[in-house]
């Protein structure tokens, strides 16, 4: 314990001193007269990009804080009265008397100056892809995520570098299962998403176990008034699919308050080819098994998010985040029809399963956040309490029935299971950040305290005369605590930028399978050191340099020794022999302009966990289960060009030259390991159009060639998706109807394989990725109004995967 109190205490600094500023003045029409509760905005000069906004008091006085040294516009909106805007430079405070703004002849609803942003931004050390009012905005969050540059879907996992995702919202990790992220970012109305950052290596102030980053912005309303919309949605796949939501934002002079509310009926087909070439002791084939899966699911997701602030005064500012997705009668029917030849070709017999799987599924979570502004100026104190509660109950019926080769029937064979899934998530933290002179220092501890317990009774036989199979079934239970504490300090001199962070955690783990008498327990203290340099070689070059260490915990259903059947011949199953998986990545980078980009990146995945199938040759089955490899590594060289070609063309490409190599353990050989590896090519074409003068019609083209990559053992192959979108406002921006189709030359979907020693498989999802989407959306209220920066998170639900 005093261990864990030291590493809690020992990475808070000193206070420093402050760098940030404040301009304050007043709001005035021509004969002096103030204009109370006029609204402020200050917008960046080099883009026209709002960074701050505020609203003047009962008598037109302002004040804007933590300004950082830059120069600036200020902006000043008042019903009836034209904007005036204001250049300045910031270097210190600034006090600018009265912005003097003159009576229109006609009253508008509001004035509001936006600027033009490039539709996609290169960072030092990320990919910003603005998506706020374009064609992509008009869909679901997780179609702009699976859309973003460098962003790699790979059986609904979202990939970067080869490396599996963690979704962010608003800084804030969202921790849950594949299933789970899909049904919230599907539930996410688009339109409420400014941005995504995709951060291929993040900083300190990022968990441990977080690879790369996907870290969506909500678009922000620092604005008084209220706004609302609705939504509806149809999209044409093999189904077709609808969704519904509607948001409402409320800001006052300290109150505020947004929520949203979405359903989305689904039902989605996945067909599924899979080959499997069993091998004997003479490396021969004596057996060809060939399979064809459709599953078709049904999802009515319900999600409710609700965030309410309030400034308990100038400097304090309390947050309560509520968010509850609800998913009840989801069900997933399989029919899966197998034929089995011998060596020679012919029929040996075939098999047809019939699958029903339904579960209901409760997700609710609820942050208590707290803000102190510090009395030196730009620091701040934030305190987070959280907790979640997750539950599913699950039930499965299965009928395999054999004929053989004549169609004769054979035999049959009936299977069920029932699941349930529990799991409590606590979790404290405690930030505080400073600016220092040409820089920041930022700190900062959190603790998580997860509790999961799972349940699932397997059952042969149909419901009149079933058999309860033991060892088949099992009670999993799975405690974590992890303590940890951050340090990160920014410097800025001459031309060098600096950022070196040092992230300690202290992990304590139980996994217990009571029914096989199984206890795996972990307990360790690692270090975590991140480094960010960089210097201005030019006016137009700079270099870069960065490093981070960096882990990967297995998730709960990896560990759980739990079995999920697609027959009895094939099935899913955990591994909780699974142990954390540490990493090592690099990157160099040069920019020219902050037009050109090329990356050169080293990174060592050490033993990290991947999904591998195993065929069993003696007895005909094949499993799927999670390993941790002997080795991995990967490496690349990335080239970036993001510019406008013409006053109404932006483009943005990203292609990438890389190596990937992983060394798994093979279970199921004579061999200890295999070496699986691939070169190849990635590339991205983004194309943003306005096709109208004043700016209403907007459209897109984005290609993805991607020429190969793993997967565990498995060599995925070639991939091409276009897709292209349309995008017009109508009633003076009060209405919006988009058109979207993806996937229009039917190559998203990509076959993979594995094929080593006794190993011989090979897979073909084929998901419905091809489809049109007609989108409306209308706006009332003061629709012109920014939307809040909502803390939209569901924070700590750590790894959960739904059986």
Known sequence: ???????????????????????????????????????????????????????????????????????????????????????????????????????????????????????????????????????????????????????????????????????????????????????????????????????????????????????????????????????????????????????????????????????SPRKALLELENDVNFINDQNTVFSRWQSDTERVSRTQAQQLNLILDYDLSERDQLNLTSNVTYSPNKSDAYTLQTIMRNGAGAVDSTLQTLQQTEADQLNTSLDLNYTRKLKKDGATLKANGHYTYYEVSSGQDGLSTYFDPSGAFLRDFPFSTDAEQYIDIFTGQLDWSTPITSGSFEAGVKGSFIRSRNTIEYFAGDDNQRSFDIALSDRFNYDEEVYAGYATLNKNWDTWTLKIGLRAEQTEVKAESLTLAEINRQSYLEFFPSVFLSRDLTETQSLSFSYARRLTRPNYADLNPFRFFLNENEFQQGNPNLVPAFSHNFNLNWSLNDTFFVDLYYRDNGNYLATVSFQDNENLTLRQTEQNVAGSLSYGLDFTVSTPITSFWYLYSYSSLFYEENTIFAEESDIETYVNKVTGFYGYLGNSFTLSNDGNLTGEANLLYLSGFLDGAFLISEAITLNLGLRKTLWDDRAVISLTVEDVLGRTNAPKAARYANQDISFFWRQETRFVRLGFTYNFGNFRLQNRNADLDKDELQRIENE
């Open 1 to 263: 314990m005093k261990l864990k109190i030291l590493l809690l205490l020992g990475l808070f600094p000193l206070v420093l001193t402050s760098q940030t500023f404040q301009i304050s003045g007043s709001v005035k029409d021509t004969d002096g007269i103030p204009l109370p509760l006029a609204n402020v905005l200050l917008l960046r000069a080099q883009d026209s990009a709002q960074i701050k906004g505020t609203s003047a008091d009962d008598i037109g006085r302002f004040t804007l804080r933590d300004i950082e040294e830059d120069l600036y516009f200020l902006q000043a909106t008042y019903f009836g009265y034209k904007s005036v805007l204001v250049p300045l430079e910031v270097r210190s405070d600034i006090r600018i008397g009265a912005l003097i703004m003159e009576e229109e002849a006609e009253n508008l609803d509001e004035v509001v100056v936006t600027g033009q942003r490039p539709t996609i931004e290169r960072q030092a050390d990320r990919v910003v892809f603005n998506v706020e009012n374009t064609v992509i905005s008009e869909g679901s969050t997780w179609d702009i995520l699976r859309n973003a540059p460098g962003v790699v879907t790979v059986q609904d996992n979202l990939e970067i570098r080869g490396q599996t995702a963690t979704v962010y919202l608003n800084d804030r990790k969202v921790q849950l299962s594949q299933s789970e992220i899909l049904d919230l970012l599907k539930g996410l109305d688009g339109n409420a998403i400014s941005s995504v950052e995709v951060i291929p290596v993040p900083p300190a102030s990022f968990e441990a176990e977080d690879g790369p980053v996907l870290n969506i912005r909500t678009r922000q309303n620092i604005l008084p008034g209220y706004k609302g919309s609705v939504r509806g949605q149809y999209t044409q796949a093999v189904f077709p699919k609808y969704s519904f939501s509607t948001s409402h934002y409320f800001k006052g002079e300290k109150f505020g308050v947004f929520a949203n509310y979405s359903i």
